[in-house]
């Protein structure tokens, strides 16, 4: 296919043509019909040239935190016994990741081998496919261009946003408070240990300090029973609740389950996750952080069934994490009967919109709602957070119990 340039001096060579038969010129004819020529010489050349093009597409990782830059390298291999013309490269990629990203490179030896590379900064969660690539061969005068497609595809997660709940954010939030909530939530897996010999690597936390001044030796705190303790985190991802994916308030409650199981895993619990739609289902660090980076707002509009299969799967011994919009009225009675049968209760209620940036009619209606959920479920010994889609999790963790509720009331 004849390029910009290619048509523009074929139309020359046709002028100059034109114009040497008037004028008489037998030596300016025949440089009009050369470059009149010369695209269509220039097309035969990249089309009839052997190619043999192998492209390789890596990714300094394929799972990450939003904000974090990944570097895409793509590896040509001209596996001809020719050299290559001038390659251009377009790598598609989806919206949220920007344009598609544009390449040139140079002509490629004989079995040689070019690296080129580029870089994306994705700031939303989401599973993004990268490819395909598209190559266009040109000529080394640019006049024609042939375009190939290399249906090479590779897969981007980008994880929900993790925040660190063993830090308070600020001392003045109250040394220890969010220790003592984690523990409450994880008391089944804080009640018995052993010891065992440090090893590099271990988490200086753990460090029993007795036994260290009675041994002389560094010994590791080693939970048992954590072991064995296990966790249900359900999202209530339902767009009636928390509006659609990728709003404020949706994303915040992404964002929090996803802190909340971290740390439940990093404690060597036994983590279950559910949703309304699905059934809680042991989950592992790698399945879960997938599940959530590919969370969509779930459909269903009545919690009925998934508060049976909650009430299923309780266990005296396991802990229960709530996160999600503050449930409706008639939801509470539901979601307090499901939850009797398990041990600790935590409940990270998100508002789906910030009261303060909607109308005075709905923001009563928000406030309302979550006051009403807030109360019912601290009279049912649940452990309650009550969230803004703009507040992080940190925040509200490391908040002792007593002045939220007095705050709340």
């Known amino acids: 296919m004849l390029g910009p340039r290619g048509v523009s001096v074929s139309l020359a060579g046709l002028a100059m043509w034109f114009s040497a038969r008037l004028l008489g010129s037998p030596g300016m004819e025949v440089v009009g019909i050369g470059l009149g020529l010369l695209p269509f010489l220039a097309a035969m050349f990249v089309r009839f040239t052997p190619r043999r093009l192998e492209i390789r597409r890596r990714l300094s990782e394929t799972r990450v935190a939003p904000g974090t830059r990944v570097h895409v390298e793509l590896e040509i291999r001209n596996g001809a016994t020719v050299r290559t013309p001038l390659l251009l490269l377009e790598d598609r990629l989806p919206a949220a990741l920007g344009r598609p990203a544009r390449l040139v490179v140079t002509s490629i030896q004989p079995r040689g081998t070019q690296r080129v590379s580029y870089s994306l900064l994705p700031q939303a969660r989401g599973r993004y496919g990268i490819g395909p690539l598209w190559v266009d061969v040109t ?11 290399v249906d090479r595809r590779e897969e981007l997660l980008v994880t929900p946003e993790i925040e660190d709940l ?4 600020e001392a003045a939030s109250g040394i220890g408070v969010g220790a003592a909530r984690a523990r409450q939530l994880m008391r089944t897996g804080e009640e018995y240990f052993t010891m065992r010999s440090y090893q590099e690597g271990d988490d200086l936390r753990r460090i029993h300090w007795p036994s260290v001044a009675r041994t002389g030796q560094l010994m590791i705190r080693q939970n048992e029973s954590s072991r064995r303790a296990s966790a249900v985190l359900f999202l209530d991802d339902r767009e009636t609740g928390l509006g659609a994916a990728h709003t404020s308030g949706f994303e915040r409650a992404v964002s929090c389950a996803a802190s909340v199981g971290m740390l439940l895993l990093d404690e ?11 059934v809680a289902t042991p989950t592992a660090e790698d399945r879960f952080l997938d599940a959530l980076a590919g969370l969509g707002a779930g459909k269903l509009r009545s ?16 802990s229960l994490v709530f996160v999600g919009a503050p449930p409706a009225a008639q939801e509470l009675p539901g979601l307090v009967r499901a939850a009797s049968g398990y041990g600790p209760k935590l409940a990270i209620l998100v508002h789906p919109a910030d009261p303060t940036s909607v109308p005075p009619s709905r923001r009563t ?18 452990d309650v957070l009550l969230l803004s889609p703009s507040t992080r999790l940190a925040e509200r963790w490391h908040t002792p119990r007593e002045r939220r509720l007095a705050s709340n009331a």
């Not at 000529?139 to 497609?149: A, H, N």
């Not at 063993?166 to 954010?169: E, G, H, K, Q, S």
């Not at 060597?268 to 699905?278: D, K, M, S």
């Not at 919690?303 to 396991?318: G, K």
């Open 139 to 149: 000529d080394p005068f640019g006049l024609t261009r042939q375009r190939v497609q």
């Open 166 to 169: 063993t830090t308070p954010p």
């Open 303 to 318: 919690l009925a069934t998934a508060l049976v299969n909650l009430r299923i799967a309780a266990s005296p011994e396991a």
């Open 365 to 382: 209606q928000i406030e309302g709602r979550a006051t009403q959920a807030v109360l019912a479920l601290s009279r049912s010994s649940w």
């Open 268 to 278: 060597h619990f036994t983590l279950r996750f559910a949703t309304p739609e699905l």
